[in-house]
């Protein structure tokens, strides 16, 4: 573990979990890196930046918001209420989302600065807004990123909720708009009711690295939108990479965040140097967040060891400038004829390869059961209680009760329910990806 921290950086600690021995030949390395950062990050290039943050609140304002009518008036109020949790200092607009995007507050292209006056002119023009229209989400993104790419704040976020599908726009469109945003800034996306698409929701705040989730019931916005809107506040550094170094002969496989959910960065990498990569991890606070680096290696004869790979966090500088860097670990590769050692699995790696297969499992299981496919959606979801129940993970096996009938949780049977509710199966899907740490000891 090493810790890089200064007076004027963040302090984060980079920990690698991992069994470093594989047998003769073995050539894939597998390791768990584990990043904290706590306080003292008030100081970083984010606080020096002209602001503390900067926010948009994107609001579905489309026909189906009055289906019924308290859907509209919860998203009025659950933006109000979110406006009221801003910081003095941050920079923010509200956009109003159809077939078009249409400025809120403050309008002209511009972003407001947050102080009792503004938060009250903003929480007034959010009474104007009513619903009516179609739905194109890629040009609620669009707006959002020409307002917030004026603010000069290192913390640059948005918030976005939506009722239904987008109908009114080509997938394309809105999949080359999530490619052009991404890294400009990150995204909290939240669905209303159950009438969206989990995949398009989802898809959202993965591309931008934010949370996704849904809120069955309007009565339940005004709480999260407020709570997602204290955690953005609470972000203190943005656009952290973790940098992957491997020798000449080594490769990475994967990066995937594996908790506090599971995110696959691999086809995120830009290259960084000889032999070297960044994956994005977007924005920080007071967090903590683990990694699954796989890594292939040469092999080797018994005896042999080698670094696998150098995992660094790095904050990029201002231009012409080096990145800082905020912490390293190291991921080791060492050839045994100890066949114990080379075959024991590492806690934290079995841990997290479970919660990515249980991820899985519900996502495959949901998908059999909207096909009719009652053997493969019973044998799927049966493998996820299984999983869940093993890895403690409660909240998932509490949502799976709600899907299936659980006949040996530690066996995985199960039977399907005749009847689901529609929100019960797509909060289910939305929170598939959601995992618990691992518990060490």
Known sequence: MANFAKPSAPRFTVEVYQNEFLPEGGSEVHAIVTVTSTGGATATRAAASGGPAAVVIMVDCSGSMEHPPDKMRGAREATAAAIDTLRDGTSFAVIAGTHVAREVYPGQGRLAVADPATRAQAKQALQGVTAGGG???????????????????????????????????????????????????????????????????????????????????????????????????????ADVALRLWTPVGAEVRYVKQVAP???????????????AGDYPTGSWGDESRDYHVCVRVPSAAVGQEMLAARATLVLPGPPGEPPTTLGQGLVRAVWTADLAAS??????????????????????????????DVDGATAKLGRAVQLAS????????????????????????????????????????????????????
Not at 184 to 196: E, M, P
């Open 135 to 237: 739905t194109a989400i890629g040009t609620w993104l669009r707006l959002a990123d020409g307002l917030l790419r004026q603010s000069s704040a290192a913390i640059r976020h948005g918030i976005l909720l939506t009722d239904g599908r987008n109908e009114h726009e080509d997938p394309a469109v809105l999949r080359a708009t999530l490619d052009a945003c991404a890294g400009r800034f990150t995204c909290d996306a939240r669905g209303v009711g159950t009438d969206w698409e989990v995949k398009e929701v989802t898809g959202i705040a993965d591309a931008l690295l934010g949370s996704a989730d849904i809120v069955a019931d309007p009565a339940h916005l005004t709480e999260d939108f407020t709570r997602m809107m204290e955690k953005a506040m609470g972000k203190e550094v």
């Open 261 to 275: 959910s599971v995110l696959d960065l691999s086809d995120r990498r830009t290259e960084a140097g000889p032999r």
């Open 343 to 372: 075959t024991a699995i590492n806690p934290q790696v079995a841990h997290y390869t479970g919660q990515a297969e249980l991820a899985q499992a519900i996502q495959q299981g949901l998908e059999a059961r909207k096909l009719g």
């Open 390 to 441: 093993a890895s403690g993970n409660a909240d998932t096996a509490k949502l799976l009760a709600k899907v299936v009938d659980v006949v040996d949780a530690a066996a995985g049977t199960v039977r399907l329910k005749a009847r689901v509710a529609d929100a019960d199966e797509m909060t289910l899907e939305t929170r598939s990806t959601q995992t618990v740490r691992v518990k060490k000891t």
